[in-house]
Every structure is written in C-alpha cells, then in structure tokens.
C-alpha cells in the first residue's frame, strides 16, 4: 500500500470510528479508560521489550543519554501511566456540558451544549508516554485520535496504542478510535495535515521545525505549543527579596521546560539592589548571565562569574538551560515593550508592591499567563487544577495556556421548537 | 512601493494599534463607534459617488442585476449602515469579562479574563456593507481590523473605511485600527494569509475558492464560512402540517442564503402522505425537485410540474435556488447517515412527534445548529438574539455556527501570588 492510501485509510477509519465514539455513555468511557489500563500492565513484557529495541536503536544513534533516558520505560513507569489513566478515568465528562441555554420571544429553545470535535491528530516527539497521555484524553472527550511519534520511540509507541486499542475494545471502545501511523517520516505529517475531511485539527507537541512542518502544510485548525520565552519583570517597587526567589525558581528549578524564565527586565531604580540580592543566588545554580550594557558593568562591578554580553538574538531565544539574559530598562512601558516585541506570549510575570503597576502590566503582556507575585512555572494542567492536561497553547484561538478536557472539546447548538417558522 | 511591502507594512502598523486598542474603555470604544456612524452621514455625497463609480464599473462588467443591486448604496441605505453602528455601540462590551475565577491551595488566584484577538483580517466579496459591519464589530472587541474587499465594490469600501478611521480618530480611535487593503488581486490574500506575525485570525466570506485560496495558504488560524447544503428530515413520526410548512420556510423563504434547504430526506413510512401535503405547496413556490428513484416515482403519480431524477452530485450541491433534492430513507439511521454524508455540518432539522426519535437526532447529527421541529432558517445571529453577527462558523473550533461579539474574542489567564513559586 501506498504511503497516501495508508494514511487516508487511517483518516477515513477514524472519522467513522468517531461518529460511535461521540456517542458513548461517560460511563462505557470510563470503563474503556480502565481497560486500557488494566491492558498497559498485562502486556508489561512486550511493552518493555518493544522500548528495549528503541533504547538500544538510540544509543546506537548516539542519542543523549537524557534523551535516552526520556525513552526508556520501566515496569515504574508503566505502573504510573496506567495511574495516570486511571486518574483521567476519575476526572468529570466535560461532553454533554449545558453551556448556555435560552428561549426566544417566538418560543424556540437554544441550547448551547458541549460536544467532542472528532477526530484530533496528535504529532509529537521522542517520549512515548504521550502516547497514553494524548490518547486517553481525547477517549476521555469522545474523539478519536490519530498518533504520530517520532522514530526514536515507535516500536514502543506501536505497542502502547495497540494495548490500549484492544484493551478499549473489550470495554465497548469502537474499532479505530486509537490508531497509531507507523510511518515516522515527515511525509506523513505532510499528508495528515492536508486531510482536512478526516481530522478536525493538529496539536502538534515539539520542535519548532516540527510544528513548522504542521503550520506551513495545514488546511485545519492548529493548536500550537510553541516556545516559551518567559519574562520576570522586577519593579521599582518590587519585594527584592520575593523577586529574587521568583527568579530563581522560574529560571532553576527546571530550566528545560516552556514555562521557565529565559529573560530578567528589571527596572533601573531596583536595578543595584536587585543584582546584590539576586546574583550570589544566580551564581549558585551556575546561571550564565546575557546582559545588556547598563546591567553587563553592573554585574561586572559584582564580579559575577558566568557574565556576556547580550545580543539581540539573545533576548529571543528560549535558551532550556541554566542560562538567563538581563535587561534595564527606564519604566513600566519600556518593559512591556520588550516583552511584546521579544517575548513568545507564553508566561510573564511582575513583581511588585504596586498594584496599579501590576494590573497595568496584567493588562498590556498580551501572553496567555501573565502573574503579578508569583513564578511563571505554575503555567501547567495540575497547577492550574485541571487534573489532566494536553500541553499549553500559545495561540489565541479555540485554547489558550494550559489545555484540558474542555479544550478538546466544541459545542453544537440544539434548538427545539414546536413548529417555529421564520418570518 | 511593491505589494508585499505594502501588505507587511499594514500588518505591522495594524498590530502597533492593535496594542492601544485593547487597552481602550468600553466608553471610549462606544464613543468611537457613534463618531464613525456621524462620520459616515457627513460624507454621505463622497460615499455615493465613490459607490456611483463601482456601480457604474459594475454594469459596464456585465454584473447581473440582482448583483448591481447588491452594491449599490442610497442615503437609506447609508442611514441604515449608521444605525446598524449605533445600535452595536449601545451592545454589552464582552472585553474584560471574568470568565472563570479560583484560587489554588497555594493561595494564588487564577482569572481567565476575556480579552481583544488583536488583529484580524476580514476577506470579503462585493457587498460594501460588509466594510461597516465587520469593522465595527472588531472594533467594538478592541481588535484591529485589516479589510480585503472584492473589486467590485472597492471605491466604495476605500470611502467607508477612510470615513470610520477618520470619524473614530476624533473620538481616540487609535491610528490604523481600521485599514483596506487597497488592491484586490488573489496575491494580496496570498500576502495576508502568511503574515501569521501580524494577524491573529482570517476570516473569509465569499465564495468556495476565496475561501479555498485562504485555507490552502493561511498560516494562521481561519474561521471559515463555508456552504450549507441543510436538511429537512421528516420522520416516520412527524406531523406532515408542520412539516410542509418548515420545509416551505426552510427552502423558500429566502433561497439564496446558507441556512435555507437544500434537500428533504423523508422517512419510508410518512413518504406518501408527506407527499400530498407538501408538493402542491412545493409547486405553488416553483420548486424544481431532484428526486432519488423511490420518491421519482411516487411525485410522478402527483404530476408534480418540475420534477428530475437526482444525480449523486445534487445530494453534496448547495443550490442558494427554487431548487430541492429529495431522499427517501428506512428510518432515522438513514437519514443521520445521509445528512453526515452529503451535508455540511451547518443546520439540519428533524421534524416529528417522536421524543426519543429528536433526541437522537440531536445528538447524532453533527453539525453547528440542529433543530427539532423548527426551521433551519433560524441559523441566524440576530435570531438568536446576540444582536450583532460577523457570519455563521462552519467550523468546529473557536467559533461555530452564529459569530457574535465573544467570538471575536480570546482569553487571558492572570495570576495573583504573593511571592509563591513551585516546589
């Protein structure tokens, strides 16, 4: 079969998989979650023997071993997956949800009510535990879903999604809710994203060149978890010592995900207070600090260790690592101007004493979470209490931030009357 | 200056407005509106003649009649444009909204707010009205708005576009929040649909292949306005009264819009009986019907005047005319599976007695609004009283069905700490 029929064929078996999925019963859901767990841990050997062949194939490839380490399954990692499946099985149905309901002067009933959208495509990178993760939240919402990995874990992906198929099968899971495509080049991404008649939109979940690939070839709705290039912004009138803590726990506490700091914007009057706070602590963790001028001789007056000199490009790159840029700047304005112009509009934080200074800058950092007094890291499903979580979109549309069951979710409207025309 | 200079250097000045209008009061917002309605009225003789010319263009182009008429605008029609601004200015603003709001065991307090898109591009065909409506309605959300006309109408549009921006300014309409593109060949939308760093959101209103040219480019997200090929389904259970009347409404009322009928699907059981009721009324309208074999014969025994065997196209055929396929099914399986097959997802109508029968229906027909007993005509903004419509979404993210203001809106989450950061 051709690599086009095949992935056709997946995209025509999910939609109609689809249809009996949005009908089912949150329980029958529920059940279907279950059994899919239950079937992870029944199929414990094979599951880790397909990823013993992925782990061996990558570091033949001469992976990381971080990268490798993200890869490999343990019978722990199963056992917290099938957890973690179990938990969304607990989590409420958002589907069937009464959004809005009103009568109109003529006697129709609009009701606006929750429904799944279809069928999604997930397509995503190196760690398999997204397939679980992805998978059983759109079983959760009713949809069914089309998995794309990389090639570094597909042979554990293959066995993960048929467990779940066929331990969803025996609950009342329909045929071809979960389907795996077992092609891993970027053809077949390009051939997802043009099957707008099978699938109702993209969540690609990776590199920039992966989303890219996604972007540039869609013909239906993408939701993007794009970069983080996350601001703290200490204020004149900041708590130098709350701000330092922020900073460093924005910046060090795990500085490879998207809601860490990778930008320090400190205004000029907390400027040399700040730094003699913040600096040893920075120095501590190792930080290498980007400075611009002002703040370059400031830090240099302290002898900080890791100091450079920033460049432009610096202030746009999410750097995931123990590195940090620094910016002065004269107020509030010119510090909501950076963060417009260099920022991903994914987290930004102020600190402040001032209020009408931190409901300015809530107002005007158009990101999708902005905090006043707090570290922008708790940009995440299970801080936010969401109790499940897909990634964090940084578009604007459909879903925003954090994204849960509800964002994998549409509404239809249901209008009933009795015999209504228009006039 | 070349075009794609032209066109990148209106993006960039619309997402500079874009940041102070979403920062303007609903009292400013509101008096901008009203100061673009008096605007309008003051340069009533500039915008007809500017309108003079394009119809006089028009009916050189050998534009049918009807479409003339389409363009053509009077003072009536230029009062009724005012009005229609006045009445969206005295409309609730949806900016600033609370949406949701908790706080998290740690004591930070999470609001999703709603907030301005930022920009958005309108794409459109011929009628100049659509240069009013779509503006204000951006602006009243504190979007900038980037306009695309069709050539037909475009001196008309320039005049109405330069009237509101000026007319707004005086009130503190920012520069630039309302810009027309000012040339309208298919390689300005090209231009548009990549600039996916300047606008936020395309939404085309026009025939399939705009429509078509704006998906296959955009790097953006569209909300697109697709056909609506809608049903009538009379089940075996309906009341054949009511059933003739919605139908007559659905397809006749107003033929040539997209929440009009295209196609009755009728139930074995109620075929003939349905039949005697509905054709005389059907031929009193000069309806042409398309008929499958089973009804072909059974409206033959009528005589009805214009009858013709359907062909697989018209069921997938929006006709927007006195012109109505016809289906007879088994039962309510049938009719779900036809309408899922050949429709467009956008309204479709059960017709019967029969709860249990509608409820399925309901819940089984997957498509934006689905009505019991009352006419898919009500596919409507106003009529579902949000009191201002951009158009009806025939997507399922977002936006779908009727477009009202909150549609033309995102979310911003802010959070309040005081000082808290992760474990």
Redesign the interface.
Known sequence: MQLSDLISDIGRRARVAS?SL??LSTDTKNAVLRAMADELLVREPAILEANARDVAGASDHGLAPAAVDRLRLTPARLRAMAEGIRHVADLPDPVNEVLDE?T?PNG?R?SKVR?P??VIGIIYESRPNVTSDAAVLCIKTGNAVILRGGSESIHSNLALAEAMQVGGSRAGLPEDSIQLIPVTDRDAVRMMAQM?DCI??LVPRGGKSLIEAV??NA?M???KHYDGVCHIYVDAAA?LE?AA??L???KC?RPGVCNSAECVVVHRDAAEAFFKIAAPQLAVHGVELRADEDSFSQLKTLNYPLLAQASEEDYRTEYLALILSVRIVPDLAAAVDHI?RYGSHHSDAIVTRDAVA?ERF???V??????????T???DGA???FGAEIGIST????A??PMALPELT?????????????E
Chains 1, 2 share one sequence.
């Open positions: 249809r949005s009908n009103w109109r129709i609009i429904k959208i279809g707008d109702d939109v972007v540039s013909r709705p993408v939701i708590d709350m803590s922020i460093i726990n924005a506490q417009e931190a809530l107002n005007e158009d990101s999708a979470t902005v905090y006043w007094n707090a570290s890291r708790f940009t801080e936010f209490g578009d604007k549309l459909h925003r931030g549409t509404y239809r409207y249901f209008i009933r009357g009795e015999g209504q025309i228009r």
